[in-house]
């Protein structure tokens, strides 16, 4: 009785220390998703009652914007150049690393990291800095090593902005891909490549035929990982780019913002939620496909041996 009794104070202990994130949890996710799919059947502006309800309007109006399709496939080219650039190069550095006789490992772990803490505003606001003006600091060094006769504007054209967004956000994130790599290639198991160094395999046969099917099952986790961190880039194009020029950066989560929050006259805020929830099935459908992709590929099981081991690189 008495070890009941003591088993069933833990457990309300346990809920009490749960609570308050529990509540902040339903306050501040859970009732604002529920409200966003009410407000998208609404033309309301965030301000007094919801009384204009104008059913699937909203949807309607957002689907023939051309403007909501731009800022769509700019979010998609952001995320698939970012998994292009980051999955190859995290996955090199993650080998150079993981080699016994390679020096300085701690140090170049935690430089590559140090941009993974950073915050994303604070990096967009320094790289405009960078890469902002005809004067910046990246059209200097060129200028002076003879790479440009002339200084380009970075952040004024379409195509250089986006680069400069990809390339930025590859950065910021570089060293948390890295770490995963790290992870996966410390969970392989040693005794195989005991076994093919008896066998006389070189660098290159070993990493083609016995690492690169061994980490088929983490490369799926983290490509799944890499395309979830990747679907929002609000805070760094808002302060690099702002969405320039002429739309070129503009993400879905931009695109939202500004109508909700930004927007010249009364906010739409039933028309950004509208945006939100359509965006958020399409992130939800890729993530399905995903997830199926892991499960297919085996790596479902790697998936929290990965995060696990990880926080030990």
């Known amino acids: 009785m008495k070890s009941t009794k003591r088993q069933k104070i833990k457990h309300i202990w346990a809920y009490l220390f749960i609570l308050p994130q529990m509540?902040?949890?339903?306050?501040f996710t859970i009732y604002p998703i529920i409200m966003s799919y009410i407000y998208s059947f609404y033309e309301w502006s965030g301000i007094g009652p919801l009384t204009r309800y104008v059913q699937f309007d909203n949807f309607t109006r957002l689907i023939s914007d051309e403007r909501f399709w731009n800022a769509f496939q700019n979010s998609l080219v952001y995320i698939g150049m970012k998994c292009l650039i980051l999955l190859p190069?995290?996955?090199?550095?993650?080998?150079?690393l993981n080699r016994p006789r390679f020096g300085g490992k701690t140090f170049y772990r935690a430089l590559y990291f140090l941009p993974v803490v950073t915050t994303a505003a604070v990096v967009g606001i320094?790289?405009?800095f960078i890469f902002g003006n005809e004067d910046a600091l990246v059209n200097s060094i060129l200028l002076q090593l003879g790479v440009l006769e002339e200084s380009i504007p970075w952040l004024g054209r379409p195509f250089t902005a986006m680069a400069v967004l990809i390339l930025v956000g590859s950065w910021k994130f570089f060293g948390m891909i890295m770490i995963y790599w790290l992870?996966?290639?410390?969970?392989?198991?040693?005794?195989?490549?005991?076994?093919?160094?008896?066998?006389?395999a070189g660098t290159l046969p070993t990493f083609r035929h016995i690492t690169v099917p061994l980490l088929l099952p983490y490369a799926a986790v983290i490509l799944l990982l890499t395309v979830v961190n990747s679907m929002h880039v609000f805070d760094l194009a808002k302060t690099l780019t702002g969405g320039g020029?002429?739309?070129?950066?503009?993400?879905?989560?931009?695109?939202?913002?500004?109508?909700?929050?930004?927007?010249?006259?009364l906010p739409q805020m039933g028309y950004a939620s509208a945006a939100g929830i359509l965006f958020g099935m399409a992130i939800f459908l890729l993530t399905l496909f995903l997830g199926w992709l892991v499960k297919k590929s085996g790596?479902?099981?790697?998936?929290d041996k990965l995060r696990a081991s990880a926080k030990g690189v």
């Open 299 to 303: 790596g479902e099981k790697q998936t």
């Open 89 to 96: 190069l995290s996955l090199i550095m993650a080998l150079l």
């Open 23 to 27: 509540v902040f949890f339903v306050l």
């Open 245 to 265: 020029p002429f739309y070129a950066t503009e993400t879905v989560d931009l695109y939202i913002y500004e109508y909700a929050f930004d927007a010249q006259g």
């Open 183 to 200: 992870a996966a290639l410390q969970s392989l198991p040693a005794d195989v490549y005991e076994a093919a160094k008896v066998d006389g």
């Open 126 to 128: 320094i790289m405009k």
